[in-house]
């Protein structure tokens, strides 16, 4: 069964970090383009990153630009979004999803994760 995890949400000041975990099961991340995505209360889901292996990109929304950094954890079936800086406009639920990296990060996400909540104090 292919199954998306996320973790390491949580509450944290405004300037703070946190780094968030998308966990596969059921298939192998490193074949596919992984985009971690987010949504705030009654506001549309955005996208804030992507990583893919078949051309090695990683891209970013210009508003997490310098501050987040998407990565793939070695031999852990894993993809980590290290956030930092972090400020009230970064609360939300963090999505990931998974595409074949044949078709890559500009293609519509097959599977999603739950999500995990992110709040940032001020």
């Known amino acids: 069964q292919v199954q998306l995890v996320e973790s390491g949400g949580g509450l944290v000041q405004t300037g703070g970090s946190l780094t968030l975990s998308c966990a596969g099961s059921?298939?192998?991340?490193?074949?596919?383009?992984i985009g971690w995505f987010r949504q705030a209360p009654g506001k549309e889901r955005e996208g804030v990153s992507c990583?893919?292996?078949?051309?090695?990109?990683?891209v970013y929304a210009d508003s997490v630009k310098g501050r987040f950094t998407i990565s793939r954890g070695n031999a852990k079936n894993t993809v980590y979004l290290q956030m930092n800086s972090l400020n009230p406009e970064d609360t939300a639920v963090y999505y990931c999803?998974?595409?074949?990296?044949?078709?890559?990060?500009?293609?519509?996400?097959?599977?999603w994760g739950k999500g995990t909540q992110v709040t940032v104090s001020s």
């Open positions: 999803a998974a595409v074949s990296d044949i078709y890559g990060c500009g293609s519509r996400f097959d599977y």
């Open positions: 059921g298939f192998t991340l490193d074949y596919y383009a």
């Open positions: 990583i893919s292996t078949s051309d090695g990109s990683r």
